[in-house]
């Protein structure tokens, strides 16, 4: 016997009130409904829908894809959940059209005539690109039914290539392959971090592909409802991440400064996953600290396509980064500028080598520039750093 579901209300006192929330949220197949009761994450519920000023109310079926607890209220949260309706995005607007009415919402065709062709829309997915060098496997960041920008890491897809590029749907892990071609690259420290690829599938296969991206747009959409968003610099970078993994059973911290974006992840204390572009892990998490400005978006549920390698206990991943950050704090007056290009001038025996120093002079010989060291070299930027300095002492490099 099927559990019988709850039902949330969502009251609108008048016509304008219901037109704001259906342009911004229902629309987009979601809604968020503050309530203090507990709520499990895909638990199925029921959601009515009322106008108060006509007595009109419409009831759909939903299922709980982000919970904010009272305890997150002090990090400036309403407490509640986000629910996601089930059907697609057409679908639930003509469940939506007797509200609509008795709103006097305008006609949808008129709603959209001026609108952008083709918004683009946050959206995290599971991508996987196939190219003439290989495979490259990433995670979406925006998503329109023209094209996608996918985080990616490596040296191939160049501008101009043709590709087939696989997207995964978060709910109910579709898949979807559509024919493309790589339009930009975003680079950080000379390193790919994001191909833009517009799609160019056959017409026999647009309705499909157009099916596809509204309903990962819906899904994201509903999944940022109930988000929290602050400031770095009010509060400090540490605390941000500290308060939210104490208050949380699991979460997706977002942070971004400038043009660089970064993703932490967290469930039941321990440390899932955390990226700064094609950055992972410690070395991410470092560079994650030293940022003192920028914004957070925080999320209560966890990003299924981010993890990478073993989950870490936070407390102690937070402890070994600030180390290090400290380390290189103090060892910025014998830092190497960037841009130098260091060249050997003596060898060492690899028993007298740490890894990080070999995996330097391998990049020397290379003709590396710092930069790029720092950028390739998976440890923390501050052990590439004394790796450096101490090759630089022992007379096994110069500039």
């Known amino acids: 016997m099927a559990a019988v579901r709850r039902t949330l209300r969502v009251s609108f006192a008048d016509a304008q009130a219901f037109e704001a929330e259906y342009a911004a949220n229902l629309r987009n197949g979601g809604v968020f409904v503050a309530s203090d009761e507990p709520f499990e994450p895909r638990e199925q519920v029921r959601v009515e829908l009322l106008l108060e000023s006509c007595a009109q109310s419409v009831v759909l079926g939903g299922e709980v894809v982000h919970v904010l607890t009272p305890d997150m209220a002090q990090m400036g949260a309403l407490p509640g959940v986000a629910v996601q309706f089930e059907g697609a995005v057409s679908a639930v607007r003509g469940q939506l059209e007797p509200l609509r009415l008795a709103a006097g919402v305008a006609d949808e065709s008129k709603r959209e005539s001026g609108a952008r062709r083709s918004p683009r829309t946050v959206a995290r997915v599971a991508a996987e690109i196939d190219g003439e060098a290989g495979q490259v496997a990433g995670v979406t960041r925006d998503l329109s039914q023209n094209g996608v920008l996918v985080s990616v890491s490596g ?17 109910t892990a579709e898949r979807m392959e559509v024919d493309g071609v790589v ?19 056959p017409e026999s296969e647009s309705g499909e592909l157009s099916d596809f991206v509204s309903s990962v747009q819906a899904a994201e959409h509903t999944r940022r409802l109930g988000g929290i968003v602050g400031d770095i610099a009010e509060l400090g970078i540490q605390n941000v991440m500290q308060m939210f993994v104490a208050t949380g059973r699991e979460g997706t911290l977002t942070l971004r400064h400038g043009e660089l974006e970064g993703v932490l992840g967290f469930q039941q204390g321990l440390l899932k996953f955390c990226r700064v572009g094609p950055v992972a892990g410690m070395k991410a998490l470092v560079r994650l600290l030293g940022w003192e400005s920028g914004t957070f978006e925080f999320h209560s549920s966890l990003d299924p396509v981010q993890a990478v390698g073993a989950p870490l206990p936070f407390e102690a991943a937070l402890l070994e980064a600030l180390t290090l950050l400290d380390e290189g704090a103090h060892a910025e007056a014998v830092a190497f500028a960037l841009d130098v290009e260091p060249r050997l001038v003596s060898e060492l025996s690899e028993a007298d080598l740490s890894k990080t120093e070999a995996a330097v002079i391998d990049l020397v010989r290379a003709g590396f520039s710092v930069r790029r060291m720092i950028a390739v070299i998976p440890e923390p930027d501050p052990e590439i750093q004394r790796a450096l300095a101490s090759l630089h002492e022992q007379g096994v490099i110069d500039v």
């Open 155 to 171: 040296e191939g897809l160049p501008v101009g290539e043709s590709i087939r590029v696989a997207l995964r749907h978060p709910h």
């Open 183 to 201: 339009v930009r690259r975003e680079e950080s420290d000379d390193v790919m971090s994001a191909v833009a690829i517009e799609f160019a599938p």
